[in-house]
Nanobody, 118 residues
């Protein structure tokens, strides 16, 4: 399994970023896919997920600011992040999401760092 996230960077508060993640070694199209994040000193948490049919779910903290989407033909999941806040600073990872909100596959991959700071 390979989960390769990209698109992170340093952005000012209020700015935007678009993350991408290419998954290989899994049957991408049948899996609910999720974006997770881990801030320093905190546990990894599920931020947003999207089912194989396109239904989405968001953590309250990011509702209205983040949008998850997927391209099954390219085994890719995206996260559009707008109105970024300093508290969004974290390493972001993608994985298939279990019903319990955890990642289904290992290894997780390196993730992509998002830093929101002025």
């Amino acid at each position: 399994v390979q989960l390769q996230a990209s698109g992170g960077g340093l952005v000012q508060p209020g700015g935007s970023l678009r993350l991408s993640c290419v998954a290989s070694g899994i049957i991408f199209s049948i899996n609910r896919m999720g974006w997770f994040r881990q801030a320093p000193g905190k546990q990894r948490e599920l931020v947003a997920s999207i089912s194989s049919g396109g239904s989405t779910h968001y953590q309250d903290a990011v509702k209205g600011r983040f949008t998850i989407s997927r391209d099954n033909a390219k085994n890719t999941v995206f996260l559009q992040m707008n109105s970024l806040k300093p508290e969004d600073t974290a390493v972001y990872y993608c994985n298939a999401a279990s019903q319990y909100g955890s990642g289904r596959f290992t290894p997780w991959g390196q993730g992509t760092q998002v830093t929101v700071s002025s």
